[in-house]
């Protein structure tokens, strides 16, 4: 392997190690500085939702949502670790890093079906009228948690 290559690539792992640690760092961070994405949507729903089945389904729609961000967090964290570990290794093949990603990758996909899942769930749940009202705050905290935790990595 020619050593300008295998710098470069050792570059730029650091780099995404690097990212994927500000974006759970800022994710965290947002979310202590801030008020909760997800307890301003679980009142916004106790407000304004007034068929009592309707709200428990809406607030476990919201719960699952919550689940799924905490295990994405998770994730992020763990493929920081990984990485971390391959990137102090220099003589670590290309196939080491190549596993890194596609195992997170992987068990990415389904975290993040089960985020849109629940956000659907409360969006169908919810009359149009409601929907027009608890939209902002739901949208809020889908573009949090994706936005933050899904730039860490890029699908093809």
Not at 38 to 46: G, H, I, K, Q, R
Request: hydrophobic share 45%; glycine share 2%; with cysteine.
């Amino acid at each position: 392997m020619i050593p300008e290559c295998r710098s470069m690539r050792i570059c730029a792992a650091a780099l995404s190690v690097v990212a994927m640690i500000v974006a759970v760092w800022g994710c965290s961070a947002r979310k202590g500085a801030n008020a909760d994405p997800f307890e301003a949507l679980s009142t916004e729903v106790d407000r304004r939702v007034t068929d009592a089945s309707r709200a428990e389904t809406m607030q476990a729609a919201i719960e699952k949502t919550e689940v799924a961000m905490n295990d994405l967090l998770q994730l992020a964290t763990e493929q920081a670790e990984a990485l971390a570990v391959v990137v102090g290794d220099y003589d670590s093949p290309r196939e080491d890093f190549d596993r890194v990603f596609a195992d997170y990758l992987e068990k990415r996909r389904p975290i993040v079906q089960r985020m849109l899942a629940a956000h659907l769930e409360l969006k169908e749940e919810a009359t149009p009228e409601e929907w027009e009202r608890l939209a902002k705050k739901a949208h809020a905290v889908v573009d949090d948690v994706v936005r933050q935790n899904l730039r860490t990595s890029s699908d093809n």
